[in-house]
Each structure stands twice: as structure tokens, then as C-alpha cells.
């Protein structure tokens, strides 16, 4: 493990670029390959110096195009790891084809590629192809799909594919799904650093209906350092959850995001999100029985680091200024 070759798929977005920086610090000896489409919310500048000083080899290549992803492939790599994707579910109401484009054909084509070259494969998935969870439900990897979104639903589309390809072809494939993550370079039109950014500007805080869905928040180093845990000794053929046990309704996290700010925001309940998930929750004992304690810092700390995070890089916001940004913010905000 500690000199292997990984191609990291999705690797200039939130959790790849996090990913990629704890690998570079904590496995010196490995080699890097990140190839990322760098659309709306993939930026090269994630990855800090590390293109500039070659610790990191880029390809510009969308998962979704086999013959572009072939020529990545011509390098060996000891792993594939599979972080891109398109997560907003908000986003996902207006556009399902750009997520099932590159949520399930992207998974696809890696698939295929990672048969002919005889590559391990990971995909990183979501606690949201289970469903909404009721008080009592804890889901175990075992559990029915049930995704709401349109979103979940192509994760979960990826999900069956990669088991699919365990039963069909015996592949050397694996599974991770995880709980909401937060952290530094998130792209800002989601719930923390949105709202980070929206208190600085004292703009309303749209809370969709009444604020009181539950989310398990995981910071993303912790889920990356859980993930190195779980690639030295690959788990093939099966699905593991990492998940935070830190759950918070969305109010309770808006509270602190003001406190934290000093912001002077109202909240704004506007229109509910169409079939909003009220709750997930997964049981990571699994993870926890193989790979040892899952280290996570509990959510007070952790907002804490990553609004001075945000507010010590107000750049980042510059990002939802992009046509895309933009267009999406208009359409789903503004016409509440
Ligand atoms: P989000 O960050 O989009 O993650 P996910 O939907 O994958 O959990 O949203 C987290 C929660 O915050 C979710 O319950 C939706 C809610 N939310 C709002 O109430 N208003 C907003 O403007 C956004 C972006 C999210």
C-alpha cells in the first residue's frame, strides 16, 4: 500500500481533493493520479501545490467517456478510486441526466475499465440510496435501496452496477457509503458553507419547511482517514458504511453557523424540498469490527475550525458567481 499507484477519480472536488491532500501527507511514498472533468464544482485549486510541484499527475477527462478514460488507464494503478460525481440534490430536481450521466455511465465505464486492466475498484456512495430512516431504523450495508432523489437514485443505480459486476464477473470491487460530510473546500451551495456565505452577506437563510430534518455530519478528514484505513487492506467484493453518529436537526446547525458568524441573517422558512429525507442513519459497526474505532470530532469543533476555514478563504465563494451557479441559484431560489 504504502508505495501503490491510485487513480483518483473526482479528484479536484470536496471529498477527492480532501482525499488526495491526506493521502499525499500521510502516504509519502504513493503515487497520485487525479483525473477530474473540472465542471461547476471541480477546481483544480483544491489540490493546492500539489499539481505545481508534481506530487500529483492531472488528467482533464469526464468518467462518463470511455475513450478518454482508456488513455488514463494505460498508466498501472494499483487501486481506482471513484469520488466524482454530481451530489446536490437540489440540483437533481432540474437536470437528472447530467446525474445519471455521471452517477451511473461514469460508474459504468470505470467498471468496465477496471475489468480490462485488472484494476481494484472503489466507489464512494451515499446513506442516501437507503431512503429516510425512522426514529428506530438504523440501516446495516444489508438494507433495501429506497432513494427519493433523483440524486440518491442514481447513486443507488451505481450501487447495483458495481454489485452486479461482483456477481457477474467476480470483480475486485468494493463499496463505501457515507453520511452528509462537511469541511474545508465544499462547493458553497450547500447547507454549511451556503449559509456561511449568506451571513456574511446578511442575506435570508432559506430554510426549507420547518428546519427540523436530522442530518449525521462527518468531517471530511475523518471520513478520508477512515478511508486510508480501509484501502490499506482492501475490502473486496463488499460495502462498508462510514458514518458520523453526530446528528443535528438542520435548525440546530443554522444556530451555531450564526453564533460561529456573528451573522445577523433571518431565517427564512421558504417551500420544503420535494420528497425531503427527514432522517438517515447507518450503522458502521461493520467498518468499525474490521478496521478499528471510526475517529470523528464532534460537530461543535468541527464547524467551528471549518467557518474560520471559509471565512479565512472568502475566494471560494467567488465560485457560485459561474454561470451554473448562478443559473441554478436563480431558478431554485428565486422563485420561492
Ligand atoms: P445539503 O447540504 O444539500 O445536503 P443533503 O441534502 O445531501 O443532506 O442539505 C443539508 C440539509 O439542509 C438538507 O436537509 C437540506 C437543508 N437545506 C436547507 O434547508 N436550505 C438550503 O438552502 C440548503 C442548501 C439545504
Redesign the pocket.
Known sequence: MADSSILVCGGCGFIGSNFVRVLAEQRPQARITVADALSYAGYTDNLGDLLDNRRVVFFLRNIAEYEGMREVFHNSYDLVINFAAET???RSLYNTSSFVRANVVGVDVLLALCREFNVPFLQISTD?VYGPAGEKDCFTEEAQLKPSSPYAASKAAADLLVQSAIRTFGQDVAIVRTT?NYGPRQFP???IP?FIHLLQQGQPL???GD?L?K?CWLHVEDFCSALLKLIADFPSREIFNIGATSEYT?LEVIESLIRLTGGRSPVNHVAD?PA?DRRYWIDSSKFIARYGALTQRDLRSGLESTVKWYLDNPRIFERLGGNEAQSFEQSHYHHQ
Open positions: 446536490h440534490v437540489d442516501e452528509n451551495e450547500k447547507l451556503y432559506p430554510v426549507y428546519g430534518q442530518r438542520n424540498r425531503h
